[in-house]
């Protein structure tokens, strides 16, 4: 799989490099610190290598989409098509309160950033992963939490995407679960802050994941 990455930060590089010792071909880009960003390919090993955003996205069928909201108008608008891409996205619009002292979530967001995502790009297929675990678990030795994986929520309305998708969860070390639609995006990003706020203010941060049990 020829996989993209625009935000080569702690969770898109972090990633990534995952993705590229696992055997796949991974492009790196989009990043503030350019040397830190030919430091991340060559860590990354054989498979990886460093480009433009608009080289990420032409040159893979995969882009993991890894921005901080703020930049996201910014990135998307950095290549000049994305069609027929799969965009993962980890992305969240919400604001959480590290203090935990509050009640509620605040955003100014009247939708996912999955979905405004989507209405940018209509001929993409957006599927949100990976917004529900920390970078310093991506770039641990294992995402093992004793004799358990924690699981990765992920969602989107194209089934073949979502399919490779879940692979890519998978080869990361977690369990993929199938949470719907890409309108539970608006659920995943909310749950998402909230767990981020919890672990924080819970001062579990970040030696915590989080598990789907089933029956």
């Known amino acids: 799989m020829k996989i993209g990455v625009i935000g080569s930060g702690n969770m898109g590089g972090g990633l990534g490099k995952i993705w590229a010792q696992a055997g796949h071909q991974v492009i790196f880009s989009y990043s503030r610190d ?25 040159q893979s069928d995969v882009v993991m989409l890894a921005v901080w909201v703020p930049f996201l108008e910014e990135a998307l608008h950095s290549v000049s098509s994305l069609d027929g891409k799969i965009i993962v996205t980890c992305v969240s619009g919400l604001q ?22 989507q209405q940018f790009a209509p001929k993409a297929k957006v599927v949100e992963a990976f917004n529900i675990t920390f970078a310093e678990v991506i770039a641990a030795d294992s995402r093992q939490f004793g004799s358990d994986r924690p699981s990765i929520f992920y969602c989107g309305d194209d089934i073949a995407a979502k399919t490779i998708v879940a692979d ?48």
């Open 34 to 58: 350019e040397e830190k960003l030919h430091q991340l390919a060559i860590s990354a090993g054989e498979n990886a290598k460093v480009g433009t955003p608009e080289e990420a996205v032409a």
């Open 168 to 215: 890519l969860i998978t080869e990361c070390g977690y369990e993929a679960v199938d949470a719907g639609d890409l309108l539970v995006a608006r659920s995943l990003e909310t749950l998402a802050t909230a767990w981020v706020q919890f672990a924080v203010s819970s001062k579990l941060f970040p030696n915590l994941g989080l598990k789907a049990l089933r029956r």
């Open 96 to 117: 959480p309160d590290f203090t935990g002292k509050t009640i509620g979530i605040a955003t100014e967001l009247k939708t996912s950033v999955a979905e405004i995502i």
